[in-house]
């Protein structure tokens, strides 16, 4: 009987959990599939996995949101962060005239520095510019001049050594960029909303008699063309931590596991005068496995993370809110897949 219980218990680790030891990591395949496991039925089932499956949101303010998405599996949730980065279209700068350049900075390099400064603009309200379109329109274009001349300041002190106080305009932030509306663009969106998500983003510095003059064309575009569509910061995911205390630690051992962990992990309690530990929250952890170093403490730990509980991390870059580019991403993923069933039924009709 014990050993059927044992089995049991191992056959659900092995399903379940990603197991780190001192030495190496155990379980990092999925084997849940049809078959493998005798008494268990892995065919797919969308009522068990509807039931199962959920998303809750943990955090969320302007630019970053944090949720868990649980019940899916590694390819979806890699396929969903991939989405992320690199298929949710944005606006940047992709043309560059340059009218008038003597700063240090050289054109190409001045371009490509506009190119990575975030546009806040809607991409949802464009169009993609048609390829081998020179100029562009009011529904795929968005156009912006940028005009500054460095001048020295009449009024500074004589003895002065601040370049502060001794010239005008001597750096190029992204607030000198100016919005000029194509066509019925101004009636479309209001004063202030197409504009630099930063307006004090340093572009490039100038001296007396240096001047940038230059027009910028912004068309919508997906991060995997180019990095500065990308309209994440970040987006990550991990698996959700599960520790477990194999037996009670008590004393000063509790003192030195809570130390092993991340704050907030192990918190150390008094339970009739003496210090017990227990596990708080396994979130906060970040798995340095310090524990290992710990002789005592190291067979009395088990470190795993939940196979299927995935934590996501998403920092936009400004342009749109973090929940909007969330569910952009669901909605490509939904768009691959409808294109996927369509050609599986264009080859069956073949």
Avoid at 73 to 86: C, E, M, S, T
Wanted: with cysteine.
């Amino acid at each position: 009987m014990r050993l059927k219980m044992a089995a049991s218990q191992a056959v659900e680790e092995m399903r379940g959990c990603v197991v780190l030891g001192e030495f190496g990591v155990r379980n990092v395949h999925t084997t849940d599939f049809p078959g493998n496991y005798s008494g268990y039925d892995d065919a797919w089932d969308q009522d068990r996995f509807e039931k199962n499956f959920r998303v809750d949101v943990v955090h969320m303010d302007e630019n970053s949101l944090e949720f868990d998405m649980v019940g899916i599996d590694a390819a979806i949730a890699n396929a969903f962060r991939r989405i992320l980065l690199a298929e949710v279209p944005t606006m940047a700068v992709e043309k560059v005239l340059v009218y008038n350049n003597t700063s240090i900075v050289q054109d190409e390099i001045l371009a490509h520095r506009l190119g990575l400064i975030p546009i806040h603009a809607d991409p949802r309200l464009f169009e993609y510019r048609n390829q081998g379109d020179e100029d562009g329109t009011e529904i795929d274009t968005l156009q912006f001049r940028l005009q500054v001349r460095c001048t020295r300041n009449p009024h500074a002190a004589k003895d002065s050594s601040d370049p502060n106080e001794l010239y005008v305009n001597h750096k190029v932030y992204t607030r000198h960029m100016t919005w000029i509306p194509l066509g019925n663009q101004a009636d479309l969106f209001p004063e202030g909303t197409i504009r630099p998500v930063h307006d004090d983003i340093l572009i490039a510095q100038l001296r007396p008699g240096q001047e940038i003059d230059l027009l910028m064309h912004c068309v919508k575009g997906i991060g995997k063309d180019h990095a500065k569509f990308s309209p994440v910061a970040t987006a990550s995911y991990r698996l959700l931590p599960d520790i477990t205390l194999l037996e009670p630690v008590e004393g000063e051992a509790a003192e030195e596991l809570s130390r092993c962990f991340s704050p907030g992990v192990i918190e150390v309690q008094e339970v009739q005068g003496k210090k017990v530990a227990r596990v708080a929250n396994p979130r906060l952890d970040t798995f340095s496995r310090e524990i290992f170093r710990h002789e005592k403490l190291k067979k009395v730990v088990r470190l795993a993370r939940v196979r299927d509980h995935y934590i996501f991390s998403v920092e936009s870059t400004g342009v749109l809110p973090p929940d909007v580019l969330v569910s952009e991403a669901i909605k490509v993923l939904m768009g691959k897949c409808r294109r996927f069933l369509d050609e599986l039924d264009a080859v069956q009709m073949d």
